[in-house]
């Protein structure tokens, strides 16, 4: 019976390697895909009421596969200007740091992290640039999950929920809803308030002459990953074109840039839009822990790892109260 025991075991972990080995590749865009069928599923029901499930899925779909093949020509196009935008602004961000009087092991830190990340982007830009026809097999692959998956949601849903085991089953249901609500308020809360206001910033930049189309571009990344931000903010970016636009002596389009970002990135939105949607910055240790799932994570795993990093903190969080929880509990038993 050991020996029978120890023969399936090695072959589950066959399988279990093999069956990684096939999807590691393609993870980021299944992430990817499964992120975004959360992000529009409230759509999809609204529209399967008139459209029907698979109705409503391909039509999404078609969207999605627009959306995604200009954003593959726009990459092939743009993307050095990008690079190059993204490293000057943060170069400059960083040069405005180190004006002040900081002390010399900060600003050794900063001088480190500028050149890091230079080299990281520089990596990160040279490994899709010569890879295209990846990037569009990946991009295929997100779009038959995100099908997919947009179809078979509903039963996706209640697959997991039946395969929780028996035994403590209450911290397998408090683990799941620890990832959907971190879920629900990274993506449909704080990353796409995020991305909007990027792409406004971005549409400011090209449209007010601030930058070509690629810096456009480079501007609006920036916002979001300044939004992500616990501690700053997306305002810094038009505080930045504002001080360009006025220096260079376009006073009216400094006033006028200025009050657009007030209206449209920061913060007349965290005062007016978000209260009304639910969503806070965070503030203290929460605002600390999620800097370091959001940076951690895409430290750790890429772009997706802004997804990863927090969710996989809240699990951690969720472990952590459930274990001081069964501590008391033992405890006042004794």
């Known amino acids: 019976m050991e020996l029978e025991a ?6 589950s972990l066959i399988i279990l390697y093999l069956v990684w080995k096939t999807v590691s590749p393609i993870l980021s865009p299944i992430i990817i895909a499964i992120t975004i ?16 499930n698979r109705g409503s899925a391909f039509l999404l779909t078609a969207i999605l596969t627009v959306l995604t093949f200009l954003f593959i020509i726009g990459f092939a196009l743009w993307i050095n200007d990008i690079k190059y935008s993204i490293t000057s602004y943060l170069s400059s961000f960083f040069q405005w740091l180190l004006s002040f009087k900081l002390p ?41 999950v995100f099908y997919g998956v947009l179809v078979n949601a509903k039963g996706i849903r209640d697959e ?12 397998a249901i408090k683990l799941v809803n620890s ?8 993506l449909r809360g704080w990353l796409t308030f995020s991305v909007i206001k990027g792409i406004f910033m971005a ?7 601030l930058a070509n189309a690629g810096g456009a571009i480079a501007a609006g990344i920036l916002t979001v990953l300044l939004e992500l931000l616990p501690f700053l903010g997306g305002w810094i970016m038009w505080l930045a074109g504002v001080v ?10 400094a006033v006028l840039l ?8 920061s913060p007349g939105p965290d005062l007016v839009v978000k209260p009304r949607l639910g969503i806070e910055r965070k503030v203290g240790v929460n605002a600390l822990i999620s800097l370091l799932g959001i940076f951690g994570g895409l430290i750790a795993f890429g772009v997706v790892g802004i997804i990863i990093g927090p969710v996989a903190l809240s699990l951690l969080e969720t472990l952590l109260e459930e274990w001081k929880r069964a501590k008391a509990t033992r405890k006042n038993a004794g």
């Open 244 to 253: 360009y636009l006025f220096e260079s002596g376009l006073i009216g389009k």
């Open 104 to 144: 010399q092991s900060t600003y050794d830190l900063l001088q480190k992290l500028l050149e890091d990340l230079g080299r990281r982007i520089d990596a990160y830009v040279l490994g899709y640039t010569y890879s295209i026809p990846k990037l569009t097999l990946q991009a295929v692959v997100m779009l038959f």
């Open 37 to 52: 069928v959360y992000i529009v599923y409230p759509v999809h029901e609204r529209w399967s009421r008139r459209l029907g």
């Open 6 to 11: 120890a023969v399936w075991i090695a072959i």
């Open 179 to 186: 990832a959907t609500n971190a879920l629900h308020n990274l």
């Open 203 to 209: 549409l400011a930049f090209y449209f007010f002459g």
């Open 258 to 265: 200025a009050l657009y970002g007030v209206v449209f990135v």
């Open 160 to 171: 997991v929920y039946s395969l929780l085991p028996g035994e403590n089953r209450a911290l």
